[in-house]
C-alpha cells in the first residue's frame, strides 16, 4: 500500500461519543517520518476541550461503574476482536505516522487486543476481603471501587499499546477516562476509537483529545473531576508530575524513562545471542523504552559477540515500514536524528570505536533514517552511558565475574527493564535477585506482558501497569467496619 492511499475518516477530537473539532478551529499536520509528507491534517483542541472532556467522563460515570463488570466487559471484549480483524486498518496508520515496520505495528495492535481482553477477563477477579475482627460483635470487610475519572496520557514510540494498558484495566473497573496521545502520533488512535464508538460504550466513557501537553496536562491537575492521571514518558516530565500533583494530593501511575543491561555469561550459544540481541536492539530504532541499551558480554566471549552482532546489523534492510521486508523504518523525528548523532559523536570523541553505522545513510533523500550503529571500547563518563538513548546504538562492553556485573548494570538512576543471557541457573537467580530493575527477562527479550506486572524501580516510574497490579492501580479499596446491635 502506498502512502496515497491513505485516508483518514475522522480527524477530530473524541468527546461525549461524538467526533468534534473543538473550541478552535485550529488544527495541525501529522507528518509521516519515512516520507516528511503530511499524512493528514488533524483538530488541535484547547483547555477548554480538556474540561469538557472531563465534564463528559464524570457525567458518564455512575452509570458506567453501575454496570456490572460483565457488561463492561462485553465490550472491551468486543473491542478487542474488531481489532483482530481490522488489525490492517489500525497498524498502517501506525506505521505511516510513527515509522516502524508493518509487521510489528501489527504485532502492537494484537498485543494492544490482548491487553483489552485480558483486563475485561481479570476485572470479573477484582475481589474484596473480610477481614477477622478483635471484637465478637464487629464484621470487617473491604470494598472496591474505581477512582473515578481518569486522564491517560501517552507517549509517540507505542501509540495504542500504551493507551490499552491504562484504558483496558481503568474501563473494565469501571472507570471513564479521557485519552491524550503523542501530538505526533494521533491517527492510530482516532482509529482505535471509531472501532470503540461501534462497540457501544456508552457517550462519555471513552474520550480523545488533541492539544498542547502543557495546557492538557494543566486542566487534568487543577480540575478536581479528574481523579487520577496515568502518564507514560520521559522522567524529566514525570518528575514535573509528581511535584504538581502535590496540590490535590492527585493520584499518579507513571511509567518512565530506562537505560536497560543487557548480560551476556559465556555458556550461551554467542551467534544465537548476538542475533536475538540485534534484533531486539534495532526494533523500532532503539526507541522502546525497555529498549536493551548497554551489553555487557563475558570477556572470554566479547570478541566472538562482537563479531557476531557485526555480521548481523549489516543484514538489517532500512526503508520506508510500508514496503515489504524492510526491518529498520526510519527515526520518528529529526530531534531524534540528531539526539543520536550527537551520542555517537560524543562516544567517539572519548575514544569509542565505531565498528558500523555512525551516520545517516545516503540512499535516503527523505526521511529521517539512521545507520544502526555499533560502538565498542565505552567507557562510563560517555554519555550514552548515563542519558537515555532512545536511538539504534548498540555499545558493548565486557565484565569478569557476577558481581561486578551486577554493580555496572546497577549504576544508573533508571531501573526499568534488564536482560540476561545464560543456562547457569546460580547465576540467573543471582541476577534476578541482585539487578534493581522492575522487569528482568532471562534468556527472554520479550518480557513485556498483558498478565505479568510492568514499570520501573527507582526513576523509572512509580506503580505498575498490567498483571493485577495494573488493575489495581485503577481501584480504591475502602474498609466497612460494622457493629451489630
Ligand atoms: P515526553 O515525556 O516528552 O512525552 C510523553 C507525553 O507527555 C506526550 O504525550 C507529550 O505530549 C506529553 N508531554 C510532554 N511534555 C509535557 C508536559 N510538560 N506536561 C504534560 N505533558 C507533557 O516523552 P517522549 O519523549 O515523548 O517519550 C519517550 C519517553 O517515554 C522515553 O523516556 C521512554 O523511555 C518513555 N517511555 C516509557 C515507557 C514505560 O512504559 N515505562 C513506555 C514508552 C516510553
Known sequence: MSDTSFEMKN???????????GETDNTYDVINPATEDTLATIAYGTRVDAKQALEAAQAAMPAWQGLTVYDRSVRLKKLADLMRERCDY???????????????????????????EWFAEEAKRAYGRTIPPSAPNKRIFTVRQPVGVVAAVSPWNFPIVLQARKLGPALAVGCTTVSRPASQTPLSLIRLFELMHECDFPPGVVNLLMGPPAEMMDEFMENRICRKISFTGSTEVGKELIRRSADQVKRLSLELGGHAPVIIFPDVDIEAVAKASV????????????????????????????????????????GNGMDEGVQIGPMFEMRGVEKTDRIVSDATSKGARCLLGGKRPEQFDKGFFYEPTVLTDVTADMAIMTEEPFGPVMPILDFDNIDEVIEKANDTEYGLAAYVL????????????????????????????????????????????????????????????????
Request: charged share 20%; with cysteine.
Open 90 to 116: 489500525l497498524a498502517v496508520a501506525l506505521t505511516l505516522e510513527q515509522g516502524k515496520p508493518l509487521g510489528e505495528s501489527r504485532g502492537e495492535i494484537m498485543a494492544s487486543a490482548a491487553t483489552f
Open 422 to 485: 545464560t543456562n547457569d541457573l546460580t547465576a540467573a537467580f543471582k541476577m534476578a535477585e541482585g539487578l534493581e530493575f522492575g522487569t528482568i527477562g532471562i534468556n527472554d527479550p520479550v518480557p513485556a506482558t498483558p498478565q505479568a506486572p510492568f514499570g520501573g524501580l527507582k526513576e523509572s516510574g512509580m506503580g505498575r501497569e498490567n498483571g493485577i497490579e495494573g488493575m489495581d492501580a485503577y481501584l480504591e479499596t475502602k474498609n466497612v467496619s460494622i457493629i451489630l446491635q
Open 279 to 318: 534484533i531486539g536492539k534495532f526494533r523500532n530504532n532503539g526507541q522502546v523504552c525497555i529498549c536493551p541499551t548497554r551489553f555487557y558480554a563475558q570477556k572470554t566471549v566479547q570478541e566472538d559477540f562482537i563479531e557476531a552482532v557485526v555480521e548481523e546489523t549489516k543484514k538489517l534492510v532500512l
Open 11 to 21: 480527524n477530530q477530537l473524541y468527546i461525549n461519543g461524538q467526533w468534534v473539532d
